[in-house]
């Protein structure tokens, strides 16, 4: 916790920089937890073996999914995929800010 503001911090499981959990990605899975301070830091992280920063303090998703939750001003936006490999191509593709291409 930032003492100084009263803010959760923890640190990238990518890059190890210590961040706000209220402007960063968290990803909660059935085996663990990860933070990130960077959208792209979650393919490199998925690519190299998804290592859990927390794995004791996940909240278990029954559907073996996992969920990122997207700190931004103050609100948790959170958004559910059927598995890390959904979750890095969505990433990769450039996340909320992918444009759809048409068919």
Request: with cysteine.
């Amino acid at each position: 916790m930032n003492a100084r503001e009263g803010r959760p911090e923890r640190t990238c499981a990518r890059c190890g920089s210590t961040i706000d959990l209220h402007d960063a990605y968290e990803i909660r899975g059935s085996t663990g937890s990860a933070a990130f301070c960077r959208l792209e830091h979650i393919v490199a992280w998925v690519m190299r073996g998804s290592r859990w920063q927390d794995p004791l303090g996940a909240q278990p998703d029954p559907s073996g999914g996992v969920v990122l939750v997207r700190g931004r001003a103050g609100m948790n936006f959170e958004r559910p995929f059927d598995s890390l490999d959904e979750l890095r191509a969505w990433a990769l593709a450039g996340g909320e800010w992918a444009v759809e291409k048409n068919a």
